[in-house]
């Protein structure tokens, strides 16, 4: 019993090594691991687009025209940053929506980090219209996963 136990395990090792060997002995066209082969990796996975894509936003059927503000943004060729001063109502042509209706979004893809907020109610959920008369002015925030970069998109809406 014992000495079949130890061949058994002599087996084991010969099985493991060998096969570890073998597997060894054909990468040879592996590319080491250097840090442009890692930044050409992630560049791969980045989304192709010359300046961040733009998040939809839609309520009650109606498409919502959006404003993209300052961003940073990475493609396969360079990387850009742009600034700008946050956007304000005067600066809108508000969307005449009714009150209480749902904000529906699609963030653009690749998406890491997707946030609304309603800038000028901030206590109001940014996925709701409010019910109250007025001009509101939204925001959008955006950041792409491995660090391709990040962007701003604002809207305005007037609920009569």
């Known amino acids: 019993m014992k000495k079949t136990r130890s061949v058994l ?32 990796a992630i560049k791969s996975l980045w989304v192709q687009s010359d300046e961040p894509p733009m998040p939809k936003v839609v309520i009650e059927d109606t498409d919502i025209t959006l404003r993209r503000s300052g961003y940073s943004w990475c493609n396969a060729d360079n990387c850009v940053t742009t600034d700008a001063a946050p956007l304000t109502l005067e600066d809108m042509t508000p969307a005449v929506v009714k009150g209480g209706v749902e904000i529906k979004t699609t963030p653009p893809e690749g998406i890491n980090e997707f946030t609304i907020k309603n800038l000028t109610a901030p206590e109001i959920d940014g996925y709701t219209v409010p019910t109250e008369p007025g001009s509101y002015l939204y925001q959008i925030h955006c950041s792409w996963f491995l660090d391709q970069g990040n962007a701003s998109f604002y809207f305005a809406l007037t609920v009569q």
């Open 9 to 40: 395990y002599v087996i084991l090792l010969i099985v493991v090594f060998g096969t570890g060997y073998y597997v060894g002995s054909r990468s040879e066209n592996v590319k080491p691991i250097t840090k442009e082969n890692a930044r050409q």
